[in-house]
């Protein structure tokens, strides 16, 4: 019998939809409205040095990273098969250009918060 390796991208997919449900609206509300309306938080708070020390700190780092991988992988499954169901059934191609670019947007993910210290 043939291994699949569509259990890790469902993983991914699960994963990042869970986290995209229970996190991504109050990043929203956090980054896109209450911070820079102050409400409930101050103006500072988003501040350039507050979110260097974040994105400096590893706890910072690996939300993050969490963050942004997972999402990403999320959104290819979700696109690719959005895609099938549309009628699109491009194949290997569309599975190299879904996961293709969530691997690039991880591993910039990466390299951006290595480079950043």
């Not at 706890?59 to 098969?81: D, E, N, Q, S, T």
Request: glycine share 12%; with cysteine.
């Amino acid at each position: 019998m043939k291994r699949s390796n569509a259990p890790i991208f469902w993983a991914l997919f699960g994963a990042g939809g869970m986290l995209s449900a229970l996190v991504g609206a109050m990043l929203v509300w956090i980054t896109g409205l209450a911070a820079p309306l102050g409400i409930g938080l101050s103006k500072a708070s988003l501040s350039h040095a507050n979110a260097l020390a974040v994105a400096q700190s590893w706890p910072g780092k690996l939300a993050i990273f969490v963050v942004v991988a997972l999402f990403l992988w999320h959104a290819a499954h979700r696109i690719f098969h959005t895609l099938h169901d549309f009628g699109i059934h491009a194949g290997m191609v569309a599975k190299l250009l879904c996961y293709g670019t969530a691997m690039v947007g991880t591993l910039a993910a990466i390299a951006a918060l290595v480079a950043i210290g």
